[in-house]
């Protein structure tokens, strides 16, 4: 069973200051990672995605990879009150019977206080 | 609009109750999941498919069915539905080619069994 694992939260920071988010793996033959974020009630929206070790920067976000440790973040910098949702990290089957699927971690919540 | 629909958004029904949940993608994708999500237990993912009429069981695919007979449209069957399938249902599609691509998901739909 490949697993991905997040920090279960719920987080909690105030407007301005750097979220992190962080998760782990547990398919070493993933290649592909991906944060996704959901407000309440909607459908998970792609945020970012990375695939090679080190850094990947969007905007205020930051992906990293390490893929020795099996471990992926994101950080949020100068979080707004906007930012406030459920984070899903994501890892995918890039082989095998299982290629194309993508495995979920649950999430963790976010809250940005103003 | 590039998108995944999927209808009905709401649905309530009674135990027993045959049911199918459309999922239509206008993207020619390739790759086509269900997933549903569950307080405390993040997306589990139900059935997947790598393409026309080429499917496979996910992470909980008991008391559901599948189909793939058309490239844009992926439905899920509950032939007898039962409470415990009470959740939120998403359908998702991904580009095959290219693992860096991430599922794009569909609005969800909520089922309540009673």
């Known amino acids: 069973q490949k697993e991905v694992e997040q920090n279960s939260g719920p987080l909690s920071v105030p407007e301005g200051a750097i979220a992190s988010l962080n998760c782990t793996y547990s398919d070493r033959g993933s290649q592909s990672f991906f944060w996704y974020r959901q407000y309440s009630g909607k459908s998970p929206e792609l945020i970012m995605f990375i695939y090679s070790n080190g850094d990947k920067e969007d905007g205020r976000f930051t992906a990293q990879l390490n893929k020795a440790s099996q471990y992926v973040s994101l950080l949020i910098r100068d979080s707004q009150p906007s930012d406030s949702a459920t984070y899903l990290c994501a890892a995918s089957a890039d082989r095998g019977s299982t290629l194309g699927r993508l495995y979920f971690g649950r999430g963790t919540q976010l809250t940005v206080w103003p | 609009e590039a998108q995944v629909t999927q209808n009905p958004r709401y649905l309530i029904t009674v135990t027993g109750k045959k049911l199918t949940v459309t999922c239509s993608q206008n993207m020619n994708h390739e790759y086509m999941s269900w997933y549903r999500q569950d307080p405390g237990l993040g997306l589990r993912q139900i059935y997947y498919s790598m393409n026309v009429e080429v499917t496979d069981k996910g992470d909980v695919p008991e008391g559901y069915k599948v189909s793939r007979k058309e490239k844009r449209n992926f439905p899920l069957i509950l032939e007898s539905p039962s409470p415990n399938q009470t959740s939120l249902y998403f359908c998702?599609?991904?580009?095959?080619?290219?693992?860096?691509?991430?599922?794009?998901f569909g609005s969800g739909t909520r089922l309540t069994v009673v």
């Open positions: 998702a599609s991904r580009i095959r080619d290219g693992a860096n691509y991430g599922y794009t």
